[in-house]
Every structure is written in structure tokens, then in C-alpha cells.
């Protein structure tokens, strides 16, 4: 699928930048790259020429590579100029090129998608892709690029063949269903087979937590009574003054949030309102934001003043929790030996004792609900569903209840669905959104 038009954008970041890389692909390629770099250059080479609008004025002197199509990141003839990286000179540039007949800006993911319309990826790789460019921490990086590689897609393409060739073989025993040469243990392996996708889809469903922990982030929330020393400890493992610390109970009332990178993972931390009883009203509405946050997060710090333990209230339960001492400081030898017994770390943030200790935890908390390095998991929601809607064919079809014909067919819709998630199948309807959270450029 070779499209009409020929697109132009600026693949590289931020300006100015010390180079700037502009992309064009389509069939004027040839035509923008022979007049700009005054003559057709040796393919797949990185060229220096001096670049030329058609008027002649010289525009700047860069790096030219051609790459004909199909062999092309987008399957069409691309080219790159990779230019000094300066607003006027990027400006000129794109003016210049999409001046061109038959050649415009491109659309955010132009590019991709033509690589996808081509068949040079597919959709999860696609997504990938966008997934890396949006990576910010290592565990995100490494998902990406794993992914970026066919590893969902060959996880989902495998399963699909299995169910094709499945369907295959039932088929076979419908039509010769008066016929002996399609033994019963055919159809038995064939059903056994179709079980253990079930569970292998349903296994592979549960890790999408997992993939959440790594795009979105492991929020942890700290809790506790007023004064307990919440925000000090948050700005102790943020390590910058990012929240107010005072000796007045109730300093906090909005949730306050930072973002940490701790041994490759975004890890989201939460400073809350102390809780208590009766408070004022802004206070109030700052508590009861704090319990829905809890309500949601992956690991709750749960702090006490040892020094000076005052009740929190009910506290929730079905949330992975660690019990915190502050002010271990203030406590004299036999007080602070009872309070290493009563929590499972003891802090102070004047002496610093403890905070490595308890960010170490929480590091490996984070790991833990990442999974292992290297699994494969649903990346997106949109995955997910298709898997679960896929299973439910599956279950349909396992079922003994079912007729023989419609068993096949449920088969059918199954692989179908497996299918729609790398875009084997009809899919049309989902590009636009897929491709609209792409950069221009990519
Ligand atoms: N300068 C530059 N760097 C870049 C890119 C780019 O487009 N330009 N990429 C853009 O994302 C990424 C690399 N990805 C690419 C993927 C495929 C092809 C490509 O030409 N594929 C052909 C030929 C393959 C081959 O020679 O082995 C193909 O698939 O047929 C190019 C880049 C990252 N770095
Ligand atoms: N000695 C000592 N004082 C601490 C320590 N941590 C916090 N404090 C003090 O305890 C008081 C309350 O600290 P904050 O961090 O504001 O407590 P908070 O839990 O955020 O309080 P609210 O926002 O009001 O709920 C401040 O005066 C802090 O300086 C500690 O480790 N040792
Ligand atoms: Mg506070």
C-alpha cells in the first residue's frame, strides 16, 4: 500500500538541540531529496550536502540518508536530513519541504501507521514503540523494547495458530463425523489443548497488574495520626522540601505526590492529611481524600510517633501494609529497643537513621508486584479485554454442552479476537486512537 501523499515532520526532539532530524516519506521522496541535496545520493548512506531550497538560497549543511522503500522503517522511500539542530533552520526546512507538491505535514504517528498499513509491525509492536518513546524509567525501557520485539505478538499469534489448527481438526471430525479415520483422541487432545490456553490466557490476563506497576508507577501512601512525621518522612525519601513540616497537627490536608525512580521503577509516593477525629472542615475533606487514596494504593507506610503513640483511627486492612516508628530519636535505649518490637522499621528523620533501610523495602516491594524481569504481560487495557472476550469464546467452546458445530465457530470467534489485538484482523476502527497518542514525527 503505497499512499498518495508524502509526509514531512521533525522526528527528533526539543529545539534548539545540537541536530535536528526531519523525516519524509512517500513517493516524492526521491524528487525532495535529488533538489534539496542538489542529486541523488548512495542509498542507506549517510551523505553531507549542502541543502538547497528550489530557489537556489542555501538552507544549511547536514547529514542526508535515503532509504528506498519496502526495505524503509515505513516500507515507503524515506529520507532523513539531519540538519543543525536550530528553530529558523528546522522552520525553513519543513517550510520548504512540505512546499513540495503532493507532500504535508504529518499527522502525530503518521509514520508508524504507514509502517503498520505496510505490515513492518503490528499493532502491540506499535504500541511498543510508543510505550518507548514515552519510557522513562529502566523497567518501562525494558518492557518497551522487549514488546517493541514481537514478544506479546508472538505470545498471542501463538495461541491463535493453535486455535486455527484446533478448529481445524474439529471441523474435520464434523465432516467426517460418519467416517472412522478421525479418532476420538483427536478431538480429546484438541479439547485438552483448548483448556490449557484457557489457563495459560488467564495466567497471562493476571499479569496486566503488573504491567500497570511498571507503566503508571507502585503507589505507595503514607498515613497517620497529625504529627506523626508523615511529611518529613516524604521529604526525607524524596529527598527535596517537597512538603510542609510544622509542629502544628494538621499541617497537611491536600495529597501531595512525588515520583521516584527507585532500582528502575516509577514509584509514586503519597503524602496525606494526619487522620483524626472532629478536624475543621478543610482538614476533613483532606482525610477523606487520604482514605479514598489508600483505598487504592499498592503498599501503605502506616506512621506512629513512638514517642508519642496516638490512635489513627480504623485503619484499612486488605492492603499490604508497613507498620512505621518515628522519631526513634527522641526515645532513650530500653524505649527504643520496645519500639523495635512494636514496628517493622523504626525511623528518625533528624538522625536519618532508617529511611535507606525502609526505601530499600519499598524498592523491593515495587519489584516484587512488577514481576519478573522479562515477563511477558498484557500491556494496554484494550489487550486485556480482548483476552478476557477471546476466553469466553473458549469457554464456550470447551464445553461439552455445546453443539459440535458451534463449538468450532466459537473457535473461530476466539482466534478472531487474539487476531484484533496485533491487528491480523479488523481493525480499522481502532487506529485512529492508537495513533493519535503518538509524537509528530514518529
Ligand atoms: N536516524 C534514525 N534513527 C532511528 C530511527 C530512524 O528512523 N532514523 N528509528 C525509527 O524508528 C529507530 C530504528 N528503527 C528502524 C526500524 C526499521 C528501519 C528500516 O529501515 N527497516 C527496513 C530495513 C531493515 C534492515 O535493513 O535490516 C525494513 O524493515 O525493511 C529503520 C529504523 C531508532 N533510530
Ligand atoms: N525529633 C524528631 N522530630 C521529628 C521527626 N520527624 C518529624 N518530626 C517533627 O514532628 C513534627 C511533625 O512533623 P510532620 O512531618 O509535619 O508531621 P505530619 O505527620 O506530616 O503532620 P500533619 O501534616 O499535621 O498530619 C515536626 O515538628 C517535625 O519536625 C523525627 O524523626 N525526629
Ligand atoms: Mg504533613
Given at each position: 500500500m503505497i499512499s498518495g501523499d508524502s509526509i514531512v515532520a521533525l522526528?527528533?526532539?526539543?529545539?534548539?538541540?545540537?541536530v535536528a532530524v526531519l523525516r519524509i516519506s512517500g513517493p516524492r521522496t526521491r524528487f525532495v531529496v535529488e533538489t534539496i541535496a542538489g542529486g541523488m545520493i548512495k542509498e542507506r548512506t549517510a551523505v553531507l550536502r549542502k541543502l538547497r531550497a528550489p530557489?537556489?538560497?542555501?538552507?544549511d549543511t547536514g547529514l542526508v540518508v535515503f532509504f528506498p522503500g519496502p526495505a524503509s522503517f515505513t516500507g515507503e522511500d524515506v529520507a532523513e536530513f539531519h540538519v543543525h539542530g536550530g528553530r529558523a533552520v528546522v522552520a525553513r526546512m519543513l517550510e520548504t519541504i512540505a512546499g513540495f507538491d503532493d507532500v504535508r505535514h504529518a499527522e502525530p504517528g503518521e509514520f508508524t501507521r504507514r509502517a503498520f498499513l505496510n505490515g513492518k509491525v503490528d499493532l502491540v509492536e506499535t504500541e511498543a514503540l510508543a510505550d518507548l518513546v514515552n519510557a522513562e524509567t529502566e523497567a518501562q525501557r525494558r518492557f518497551a523494547v522487549q514488546n517493541a520485539e514481537g514478544a506479546q505478538s508472538e505470545l498471542y499469534l501463538g495461541w491463535r495458530r493453535r486455535l486455527i489448527h484446533a478448529r481445524a481438526m474439529i471441523e474435520a471430525e464434523i465432516d467426517f463425523a460418519d467416517e472412522d479415520d478421525v479418532p476420538g483422541s483427536v478431538s480429546d487432545a484438541v479439547w485438552f489443548d483448548v483448556r490449557s490456553m484457557i489457563s495459560e490466557i488467564d495466567n497471562h490476563i493476571a499479569g496486566f497488574h503488573a504491567a500497570e506497576v511498571i507503566r503508571d508507577g507502585f503507589e505507595v501512601v503514607i498515613l497517620g495520626a497529625?504529627?506523626?512525621?508523615k511529611s518529613s518522612l516524604f521529604n526525607a525519601l524524596a529527598r527535596r522540601d517537597a512538603a510542609i513540616v510544622t509542629d502544628e497537627p494538621g499541617t497537611t490536608r491536600d495529597l501531595l505526590e512525588v515520583v521516584l525512580d527507585l532500582q528502575g521503577l516509577r514509584v509514586r509516593l503519597i503524602d496525606t492529611a494526619g487522620l483524626r477525629e472532629g478536624p475543621g472542615k478543610i482538614e476533613a475533606i483532606g482525610i477523606e481524600k487520604a482514605k479514598a487514596k489508600a483505598g487504592r494504593a499498592?503498599?501503605?507506610?502506616?506512621?506512629?510517633?513512638?514517642a508519642d503513640p496516638r490512635d489513627a483511627g480504623p485503619l484499612l486492612v486488605t492492603i499490604p501494609a508497613l507498620r512505621v516508628g518515628t522519631k526513634l530519636d527522641l526515645l532513650d535505649g530500653g524505649a527504643a529497643d520496645d519500639a523495635a518490637r512494636r514496628y517493622e522499621f523504626g525511623i528518625s528523620v533528624v538522625e536519618g537513621t532508617g529511611v535507606d533501610e525502609l526505601l530499600a523495602e519499598i524498592g523491593h516491594r515495587a519489584t516484587q508486584a512488577a514481576g519478573g524481569a522479562g515477563d511477558v504481560l498484557p500491556s494496554r487495557l484494550r489487550h486485556v479485554e480482548l483476552l478476557g472476550a477471546a476466553n469466553r469464546h473458549l469457554h464456550r467452546a470447551a464445553d461439552?454442552?455445546?453443539?459440535q458445530e458451534l463449538r468450532a465457530e466459537e473457535l473461530r470467534l476466539a482466534a478472531d479476537r487474539l487476531g484484533r489485538i496485533v491487528g491480523a484482523v479488523d481493525v480499522e476502527d481502532l487506529l485512529d486512537v492508537i495513533f493519535s497518542q503518538f509524537c509528530i514525527g514518529k
Open positions: 522526528s527528533s526532539g526539543r529545539l534548539p538541540a545540537g530557489d537556489g538560497t542555501v538552507l497529625p504529627n506523626a512525621g499498592d503498599l501503605l507506610l502506616l506512621l506512629e510517633d513512638a461439552d454442552g455445546t453443539p
